[in-house]
Structure formats: structure tokens, C-alpha cells
């Protein structure tokens, strides 16, 4: 099943999608399914290197493309990309804020720089995303796609830092909901599981605990960009155009309560007992 078998090829022909950290995993992955359905994309992030590869695997796929390396925490240079990319494609209709920093980390060892530094990218870095873009989000009635996580609603360990980062993102994501909606633009964030083959998984999920990991997820496995790429078109598509200021969890149950430590002991006893 892919993007082109539920949606028409044409759906975001000639409107513009801009996604921070576009260069790569969960958000390259969402640029590949807008450029499926006709769209542009403006992507941006820190390494000019990797945006250009990036960009030239979406023009591939027949996409218009601008992409010019900015730091979400550096307003004017994000300021700055954006414009351009309004120079090169038009105005935006759907804005990703996607980038993100990580480290799994005890929080009695982040450093206060560390802690802010990932609040500055994810939070902020929303923010100066939301703000940079809103005259042209107004303008086309366009929506806002906030990539937030399971750390935003259920603490885990290592990962206070981002925990607090995404919950902000999340309240962002409804007060502007709230505050846009009479410009017409909706906001909605995504809140993807584990998603296999990006940078986050490698990070976040220690070495030999894939298969265990997997086997406490209820739907069996990790996700894949695919599965966010196609949710995000929906939320961007006219099909959700009364949707907005919801958070949806894409994990495959990861985060529904019970799947944790007494189901695993559970269904490990049962599959003894039957074995
Ligand atoms: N463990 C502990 N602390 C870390 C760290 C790690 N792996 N990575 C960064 N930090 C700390 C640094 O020590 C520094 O704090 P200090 O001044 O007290 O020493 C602070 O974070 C800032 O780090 P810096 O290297 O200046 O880089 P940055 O601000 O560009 O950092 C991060 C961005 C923190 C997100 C970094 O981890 C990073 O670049 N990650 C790669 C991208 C990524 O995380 N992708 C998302 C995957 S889900």
C-alpha cells in the first residue's frame, strides 16, 4: 500500500510544503510522500550536504525543490530560508516542524547547556518555524503539522529533556490552533513510535533490545517514515479540514497504558503455558 493508492497524484500539485529537518528520517520520509502527491517541498536543515542529497532524491520523484541549510534556532537564517523558498515556489500551505535533537541521558548528568539546547531546537525551534511562516500560512489557509512524541504525555527514562520539549510543542501546537483558526489555518501534531531506520531509533533503543522491543509494541513492530508520511498528507489534506488542535499518536499501541511490564509478563506466561 502506498500514498498514490489512497490519494490523487495531483492533491498538493503546485502548493508548497516546508519541513525543518527535511534532510532526513521521519521528515525526509514525510517529503517523499508530499512529492508523491504533487507537491513542493522547501526543506531545511543544519548540513547543506545532506539537504542536497535529500533534495535531489525528491526531484527524482518529480518535485520542485528549495533547499537552503538553516538552524531553527537562528531566526534570520530561518527567516531567511523561508523566504527564498517563497521566491522559488510559491507560498506555503503546509509547514512540518520537524527538527529535533536528542541524546539519552540520566538527568541528573544533562548539563543545563544540554537541556537547553534540545528545548532550543525542538521547542523554540517550533516556534521561530510557527512565527517565520504565519503571513504566508495566512494567505494560503494553510495548516501546521508539529512532530511531537510519546515522551510528550508518558515520562521516560533518559529522556526528561525531550519529554519537556514535546509537551511544550504540544501545548504550542493548541494555542495556536486556538489563536489561528480564524485565519483559517489549522495545527495538529504527530506523535510517531519507534520508527525504523532513523537516527532517533539508533539513538534511543540500546543494541539486541530491538526484537524485545518490538514484541511489547501491540501492533508487533516498528513504524516506518511511510506510516507518518501518509498520516501527515491526510492531516494536510482537505479530508481533515475540520481538524484541528489534536495531537494523533501513530506508534502501533506502544503508548497505550497496559502494554508495558505486566502485559509482556502476561503473555510471556501464557505462551509458556501453551508451549
Ligand atoms: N550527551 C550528553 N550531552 C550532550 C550530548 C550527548 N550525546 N550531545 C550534546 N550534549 C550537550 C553538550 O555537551 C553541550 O552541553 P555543555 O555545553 O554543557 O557541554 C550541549 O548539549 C550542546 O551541545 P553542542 O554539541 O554544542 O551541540 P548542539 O547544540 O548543536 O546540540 C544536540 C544538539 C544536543 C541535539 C546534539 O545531541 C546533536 O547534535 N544531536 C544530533 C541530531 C539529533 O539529535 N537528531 C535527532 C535524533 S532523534
Request: proline share 4%; aromatic share 6%.
Amino acid at each position: 500500500m502506498n500514498i498514490t493508492s489512497c490519494f490523487a497524484k495531483d492533491l498538493f500539485q503546485g502548493k508548497t510544503v516546508f519541513i525543518t529537518g527535511g534532510s532526513s528520517g521521519i521528515n525526509l520520509g514525510i517529503a517523499r510522500n508530499f512529492a508523491a502527491v504533487g507537491a513542493n517541498l522547501g526543506i531545511v536543515g543544519r548540513a547543506q550536504e545532506k539537504l542536497d542529497a535529500a533534495a535531489a532524491e525528491l526531484r527524482a520523484l518529480g518535485a520542485q525543490v528549495s533547499a537552503h541549510s538553516a538552524d531553527v534556532r537562528d531566526y534570520p537564517a530561518l527567516e531567511g530560508a523561508m523566504q527564498r523558498c517563497r521566491e522559488e515556489l510559491g507560498p506555503i500551505h503546509t509547514l512540518v516542524c520537524g527538527a529535533a535533537g536528542n541524546f539519552p541521558l540520566a538527568a541528573e548528568r544533562i548539563s543545563p547547556n544540554g537541556f537547553k539546547s534540545v528545548i532550543d531546537i525542538d521547542l523554540l525551534g517550533s516556534f521561530h518555524t510557527c512565527r517565520a511562516a504565519f503571513e504566508q500560512l495566512k494567505e494560503t489557509r494553510g495548516n501546521i503539522i508539529f512532530i511531537s512524541a510519546g515522551q510528550a504525555f508518558m515520562p521516560y527514562a533518559f529522556q526528561a529533556h525531550v519529554g519537556a520539549a514535546k509537551a511544550g510543542i504540544d501545548n504550542l501546537m493548541r494555542n495556536l490552533a486556538l489563536e489561528w483558526g480564524r485565519f483559517g489555518i489549522r495545527c495538529n501534531s504527530i506523535a510517531p513510535g519507534p520508527i525504523e531506520g532513523t537516527e532517533g531509533v539508533r539513538r534511543l533503543v540500546p543494541e539486541g533490545s530491538v526484537d524485545k522491543l518490538k514484541r511489547m509494541i501491540p501492533l508487533g513492530r516498528f513504524g516506518t517514515p511511510d506510516d507518518i508520511g501518509q498520516l501527515s498528507v491526510f492531516l494536510a489534506s482537505p479530508l481533515a479540514s475540520y481538524i484541528t488542535g489534536t495531537l494523533i499518536v501513530a506508534d502501533g499501541g506502544q503508548n497505550l497504558p497496559g502494554s508495558g511490564a505486566w502485559t509482556q509478563l502476561v503473555l510471556a506466561e501464557m505462551a509458556k503455558a501453551k508451549g
